[in-house]
């Protein structure tokens, strides 16, 4: 009986140590790449990407670096 | 903070200041998702001379939207010219369509000249902005053009705010 016990006791936390783990976040770019084609010199123009958040868990955007 | 299910808009903005020819940049987003950064690419063929594209020509090339006074300027009409040989459909890619519409027409004949007109909407007429549209013709290259929108607001009342503001500090 008590090895029973004993043997549950270590399914259930391994299915919680497998849940936390398997809880990410993770992004996805819906369109990663857009092409303006010709523009002139001296303009500013823009583009709106979309992020999605995809993963098990909340997304946090930390920064964003000019490339 | 993105709740998982959800969605958010990335704007990027890229000045051409004085480049020449194709440019491409690649800004990068860190996340909690860890590495490696995952990155969104913008390329560009920025252009000296616009008045002298092919297959078409735009007139203007830049639409200047701004508004020094009270008096209400919230469109302004653009030409689009077919220097080539070929018959030409044109084709709306992106736009900033919360800031304006574009109404444009789909067809451009050779040595045709056809009009569009840009409209601010009513949400952004008080404020200022850089936006662009970008249009893409049916010619082997797929050859794609974007216009830059701009739009400054300095009205009298602002002016004054301004002076208000100032005078607090």
């Known amino acids: 009986m008590k090895t029973l016990k004993q043997l549950f006791l270590i399914l259930i936390s391994v299915l919680v140590f497998a849940g936390i783990a398997a809880s990410a976040p993770r992004l996805t770019i819906a369109e990663s790449s857009f092409n303006f084609g010709f523009v002139p010199q001296h303009s500013k123009i823009s583009h709106d990407f979309w992020l999605l958040s995809t993963g098990d868990d909340e997304l946090k955007i930390l920064k964003v670096v000019p490339g | 903070m993105l709740p998982v299910g959800d969605s958010a808009k990335l704007e990027i903005i890229f000045d051409t200041k004085t480049y020449k020819s ?4 690649k800004p990068k987003i860190q996340t ?3 590495p490696p950064d995952k990155r969104v690419t913008i390329t560009a063929t920025i252009t000296p001379r616009p008045d002298s594209t092919y297959p078409i020509r735009i007139v203007p090339y830049k639409v200047d939207l701004s508004q020094f006074s009270d008096k209400v300027i919230d469109k302004a009409e653009f030409v689009i010219t077919n220097v080539s040989e070929e018959p030409l459909d044109i084709s709306m890619i ?5 800031y304006f519409s574009v109404e444009l027409p789909d067809k451009v004949k050779p040595g045709e000249t056809v009009s569009g ?3 601010i909407n009513d949400d952004y007429l008080a404020k200022s902005f850089n936006k662009s549209f970008t249009i893409e013709l049916s010619d082997p290259q797929s050859s794609r053009f974007t216009v830059p929108i701009k739009r400054t607001i300095r009205t009298p009342g602002n002016q004054d705010r301004v ?3 100032k005078k607090g500090k």
């Open chain 2, 22 to 25: 194709k440019v491409s940049k």
């Open chain 2, 163 to 165: 002076k208000i503001i």
């Open chain 2, 94 to 98: 992106a736009f900033a369509q919360d």
């Open chain 2, 117 to 119: 007109i840009i409209k």
């Open chain 2, 32 to 34: 909690n998702e860890g």
